[in-house]
């Protein structure tokens, strides 16, 4: 049965690879069966993909054209982002509307990712903890499937994404002094804005801010990123003091977001969570401190074989990174609130009473992901093997021989992974 099933997948790639040949795979996404999810064309004005790919990202390209199942849109300016993975085989992009507008139906906006998770096997990752974020946390990112084509040549299944931002159509922070910070030890020399820790490596950047007014004389922006500066600095002299109050440390921050941004991080054993694509935000200078919200997990959820990466379901994570890791590159938050016993305390209660139940529902996700988006895989595959990813990307990926067989590791791995906080967190103690 199993070599009956590998001919009929190999017919099938091949029959697929005659129609992209041929041209047979058009424009239209809905003359051909085969295609379920919603098509994105992007037709790009007076410049070449690879162009595009030959510059660093970040390069705005303007007046392109962007339909949406039949939707048109002019002016649309296009930009490579990513670090890493825009050394991949394929590429991910951010797009800027005319005017702010819905996508998938998702909230409206003017700017938004289309993320290629090449690096992710079964393509589903990010997808996945965004919407295991979405029903613990007060914001998420939202992410839909399509597929993307530009000038005509199909791309593939990408996750279109919105950005983080505290805009009324993302965050929607109220306060004009709100800040989103990012701690990154990895990229932070790109950012003008930024500061160290005095107690780890941590380096907070300035992600965005709801004052639109950086580098500007009296900048309001500028003001709250300072204030934000001196509030982490009394907040780190706290939690790294030997003998920790959790008293003045708990009166500092939003417990329950450190808590659920806690869990979804070392549940996923996410391989950023404390070194890049960790973010924060303040809305304004009289709150606390909120963790979030999530980004990232294309390299999480045991995609490494290499277990310092993430990729053992049975030991802790997060609150060991170093350790873990075996590098001083990390923030170590997370490891200093895990030494006290009222922190522990609150992670164990939302685990019980919140976090097991929407972890549980993983793999349901996964098989509605899988129903999903299965036709638009299977060419994508056929494009994109899922073999050739371990050569491309780093972190010594688990290798799979096609793409169903990477969503049901992943699976698999979730249950292993709930398996572990059941008897971590689900006795009395």
């Not at 098509?39 to 004005?45: C, D, P, R």
């Amino acid at each position: 049965m199993k070599l009956k099933k590998h001919i009929r997948r190999l017919l099938l790639i091949n029959a697929i690879l005659i129609f992209i040949c041929a041209g047979l795979i058009t424009r239209d996404s809905s003359e051909d069966p085969e295609m379920d999810l919603p098509a994105i064309h992007i037709f790009l004005n007076d410049c070449t993909l690879e162009e595009i790919h030959d510059g660093a990202t970040g390069i705005p390209y303007e007046g392109n054209t962007l339909d949406l199942d039949g939707k048109e849109y002019t002016n649309v300016r296009v930009k490579g982002r990513g670090n890493s993975s825009w050394k991949m085989p394929r590429r991910s992009y951010q797009i800027k509307l005319p005017s702010r507008d819905s996508m998938l139906g998702m909230p409206p906006a003017k700017k938004w990712l289309l993320i290629a998770n090449y690096a992710d096997a079964s393509m589903m990752r990010n997808k996945l903890m965004y919407d295991l974020a979405g029903q613990m946390m007060d914001f998420a990112p939202q992410a839909e499937f399509a597929d993307v084509w530009i000038d005509d040549e199909y791309k593939g299944t990408y996750l279109v994404c919105q950005r983080l931002a505290t805009g009324k159509t993302s965050m929607n922070l109220k306060s004009e002094e709100g800040i989103l910070a990012e701690v990154d030890t990895f990229y932070w020399y790109d950012t003008e804005y930024r500061f160290s820790s005095e107690y780890s490596p941590a380096v907070f950047t300035l992600k965005d801010a709801c004052a639109d007014d950086l580098g500007k004389e009296d900048s309001i922006a500028e003001k709250s990123f300072a204030d934000f500066e001196n509030y982490v600095r009394r907040f780190e002299d706290l939690l790294y003091a030997e003998d920790k109050d959790w008293d003045q440390i708990s009166s500092m921050i939003d417990v329950d977001s450190f808590v659920a941004f806690y869990l979804l991080e070392e549940f996923s054993e996410n391989p950023d969570s404390c070194r890049t694509s960790l973010y924060m935000y303040q809305d304004g200078p009289n709150d606390v401190l909120h963790m979030g919200p999530v980004w990232d997990f294309d390299k999480a959820l045991g995609y490494a074989q290499k277990k310092k990466y993430g990729g053992d379901p049975k030991r802790d994570y997060v609150s060991q990174i170093q350790e873990y890791m075996g590098t001083e590159k990390d923030c170590t938050w997370y490891m200093e609130l895990m030494k006290i016993p009222e922190f522990q305390d609150a992670v164990q209660e939302c685990y019980q009473t919140t976090a097991r139940d929407v972890f549980l529902t993983s793999e349901q996700l996964i098989e509605d992901y899988r129903h999903r988006i299965a036709k638009s895989a299977e060419y994508t595959e056929s494009i994109w093997p899922v073999a050739e990813i371990a050569e491309n990307c780093g972190h010594d990926p688990v290798q799979f021989s096609c793409w169903n067989d990477a969503v049901d590791y992943l699976k698999n791995w979730t249950k292993k992974r709930i398996q572990y906080f059941d008897q971590k967190w689900m006795s009395s103690n």
